[in-house]
């Protein structure tokens, strides 16, 4: 168990140094001129290469990054290029908010999908009709339009909520809530439909197992034989889709926090993107792989929880 | 070489069959229509949009902004006073070449690498699958924010960057399938022949993954077009053009004044995307063969099972008996409304006590006489005739078209119970085998968890298992298939039913354990006098146990009787042929060794 734990995170931690040599070197191989678009047209040649000393932008790739590497292991991950704030910690006060919503709606997700799709697989009929036409229509809207019209009707039309956010450290738990509600909404929808609908047919085709005959022939009852064994039995489907719906989702949660101005990672990666603050970005490419590392270690876990066969070997 | 050229000649021509069909098929299909021609108006417009388009993409009429519909600008205006039909139109060029520009790339690098790795398997494939696991684990859209902000802004540059990133989804599609048809027999009869591996790969392969193809690059052309538009959208895209992301980002911007605008690239997004999942799903309908079954047949019959709730009273003179089929028809309802008959007019019955043997090759109704009477036939099955009565009441009452589930519910496990053919795949691997036979003890019994662990512990010990406790405690794949099956009759009978009905017990274990488990049926059987139904290919199994048999084809009964009767005296022609492909007492046949000595000179 715990070696196995071990050889993931080993794994994980290859990725991570793969990813952040792929990225560094397309961040700063790509850009010819950081320098003058920082400090814009007016600047002399001098300032200029001022500057690029500054940055260290004078010294080869492979230096600038073993530097970025040593700093980043002891924890700086070096300053904007604009505002000088550490980007570390602008990513400590802004991660919470993201994941907490992140966090949320895939728990809505999961109970969500789980249950429309078992209802969908076993009741058939108009049901099952509705999930298929669902998943469909949630195809078909990305999540952030979606998220453009709850906020044009409900908040901005409708004032049920409040169309930009109100988060701040020290608001009350309920200006949470209600600045959070909407985006969740926006983040789950298309989740919902796609997750129903892959629960659905894996719950069909665990239904379809002789196993399922021979407990029902020893007189279990057809509650306890979905909830307690086909669920089980789908439910590593259903994790695989739920972190690939993870994985999309902490892209798709930028617009959405864009779009409802939350201040979480989002408005972040879109200024330092439009504004190329390399730092910044590198910085947010590493949270969003280590949260991936993470979610993938504890979807490996689960499945070697429910499947006897995974946790032997 | 003419024997290898002929059957290439033959899927030729069969490709282009089912082609033709599926498209009639697709086109037959309202919503596979509908999407076609949705697809055809966008990429028309498209096209002409510099011809329709009454404005130039940029051209701005400042003393015009945010303009209602009028007659000169169709949708109106946005805040810079340019023309929203005109924009739109340009955006539809825009986005459609993305997203064709995407697939392209993801396609020329997933579908190549797919096929090698798929064929060759070996190093490539492992590097292919490192490269794929870093590729998954990137977000789309924080990678193409890191390409922006490597790059700037270009439509074209963030497209092909997403192709690579959607490519592992075309290397998994193709390697799949190519793995699979890899060991076909087709493919090595080709290699055989001489084909080399490239026209291999041509010619058998590529037509089994196209249509998984198509079917993906209508999923991933929307998803680009989704990804492209929510670039755009933040602001991060190429402003001098017109797209449908800046429009929205344009409407959205304006949101307090004319929310309008952003009805428009909304409209068209989600319209494309959709259409591009209809036909997607159009296309995987068009090649599955078979059309599906009307569900609201279904419903009717299954609603008229409500109208039949009175409780009819058995035929007098039959109480006495433990299980009493008469008459029984099994159907399944076929896509052009009539129903198949795999099980046609049987009656039998079985006492206590007794062992019926139901004989029949594989096809003949057996297996689904048999899961009638335990009411765990599938849901498509239907009663086309006939009652079941199990101890005196029905279970299948005249007119009913389905095993009445209310009434077996409470006999099943308690009293009948069924002992499968295939060992492994009937114990759930999820769960300890003493909890999967703690656990229908408890619910059916209703005594503790303790006293049924006491019970299992004997009841392992009963069916021969040496080392109860150590099996108790493992998983079902830990088990041999011959503990495994010894595990499922010591479930059967471990709520002391009245009836067993074992399903071809013996066929899927070696020869030698067979003999044991026939063995230790026999014994449960004379000891603890409980009725069983035996269904079996095999007249061995049948002489070994049987009291009495009945011998089914076709789905109609043959011969039924005493065993010694009709092993001795068979009336029936197909009896005798079943029996006299029995191999046991039999003289043996000419040696094969010398056969094999001819073909060593």
Sequence with gaps: MIKFVIKRLASGVVVLLAVSVLTFSLLYAAGGSIARNILGDTATAEQVALKEHELGLDQPLFVRYFTWLSNALKGDLGSSWFSSEPVASSLATRVPVTMTMVISAMIIIAILATLIGSAAAVKRGWVDRVVQIGAVIGDSVPGFVIGIFLVTILAIQLKMFPATSTIAPGVPASAWIASMALPVVALIINGVTGGAQQIRSAVIKQFEKDYVRTLRSRGIGEGEILFKHVLRSAAPAGLTVLSLQLIGMLGGVVIIEQIFALPGIGPLAVTATSQSDLPVVMGIVMYTVVVVIVVNLIVDLLNGWLNPKVRVS | ?601
Excluded at chain 2, 113 to 128: D, N
Excluded at chain 2, 177 to 200: F, K
């Design chain 2, 1 to 601: 070489m003419t024997a290898s050229v002929t059957p290439e000649i033959a899927t030729g021509q069969t490709g282009t069959v089912v082609r033709s069909t599926a498209i009639r098929r697709l086109l037959k299909n309202p919503l596979g229509l509908a999407s076609v021609i949705i697809l055809a108006v966008i990429v028309l417009l498209a096209l002409f949009a510099p011809i329709l388009a009454p404005f130039g993409e940029n051209y701005a009429n400042i003393g015009k902004t945010l303009a209602a519909p009028d007659s000169v600008n169709i949708l109106g205006t946005d805040s810079s006073g340019r023309d929203v039909w005109s924009r739109l139109l340009f955006g539809s060029q825009i986005t459609l070449l993305s997203a064709v520009l995407c697939a392209a790339v993801a396609v020329a690098l997933g579908l190549p690498a797919g096929l090698i790795a798929g064929y060759y398997g070996g190093l490539f494939e492992t590097t292919s699958n490192w490269v794929i696991s870093i590729l998954m684990s990137l977000p789309g859209l924080i990678v193409l924010l890191t390409i922006r902000a490597a790059f700037g802004p270009s439509v074209w540059i963030s497209m092909v960057a997403f192709g690579i990133l959607i490519s592992p989804s075309y290397f998994l599609l193709t390697r799949t399938a190519v793995r699979a048809v890899r060991n076909e027999l087709y493919v090595d009869a080709a290699r055989v022949s001489g084909l080399s591996d490239l026209s291999i790969m041509g010619r058998h392969i590529f037509s089994v993954v196209r249509a998984p193809i198509i079917i993906q690059t209508a999923g991933i052309c929307g998803v680009a077009i989704a990804i492209q538009s929510g670039l755009e959208f933040l602001g991060l895209g190429d402003p001098t053009m017109a797209t449908w992301g800046v429009m929205l980002s344009e409407g959205f911007k304006n949101v307090y004044l004319t929310p309008t605008l952003l009805l428009w690239p909304a409209l068209a997004i989600a319209l494309t995307i959709g259409a591009l999942v209809l036909l997607g799903n159009a296309i995987r309908d068009a090649l599955e063969d078979g059309e599906k079954i009307k569900a609201p047949k279904v419903s009717k019959v299954a609603g008229s099972v409500k109208a039949n709730t009175g409780n009819h009273a058995v035929q007098k003179g039959t109480e006495h008996h433990l299980v009493k089929v008469t008459n029984l028809g099994v159907g399944y309802p076929q896509a052009d409304g009539s129903i198949k008959k795999v099980v046609d007019d049987v009656s039998f019955h079985v006492d206590r006590g007794e062992v019926l043997g139901i004989v029949g090759e594989s096809g003949s109704g057996k297996s689904q006489t048999a899961f009638s009477i335990l009411g765990l036939l599938p849901d498509t099955a239907r009663i086309v005739g006939g009652t079941i009565q199990f101890d005196g009441n029905y279970t299948v009452q005249p007119g009913d078209d389905r095993v009445n589930q209310q009434r077996l519910s409470k006999i099943r496990g308690r009293r009948v119970s069924y002992i499968p053919q295939e060992p492994m795949s009937n114990l759930d691997p999820a769960f300890t085998i003493g909890y999967q036979l703690v656990t229908p003890m408890v619910r059916v019994l209703g005594i503790s968890k303790s006293e049924a662990k006491k019970r299992a512990m004997k009841l392992l010990e009963d069916v021969g298992i040496t080392y109860p406790e150590r099996t108790f405690k493992a998983y079902p794949h830990e088990v041999s298939g011959g503990m495994a099956q010894r595990v499922l009759i010591a479930g059967a009978i471990s709520c002391e039913p009245d009836l067993v009905i074992a399903d071809e017990p013996t066929t899927a274990l070696d020869v030698t354990v067979q003999a044991e488990v026939l063995d230790l049926l026999r014994g449960l059987q004379s000891r603890l006098n409980i009725g069983v139904i035996l269904v079996t290919h095999n007249f061995g199994v049948v002489s070994d146990l049987c009291d009495r048999v009945v011998v089914m084809q076709n789905g109609r009964l043959v011969e039924e009787g005493d065993v010694r009767e009709i092993l001795r005296n068979p009336k029936e022609k197909y009896t005798q042929t079943l029996l006299s492909s029995m191999l046991e007492g039999k003289t043996p046949m000419t040696m094969l060794v010398s056969t094999v000595e001819e073909v060593a000179l």
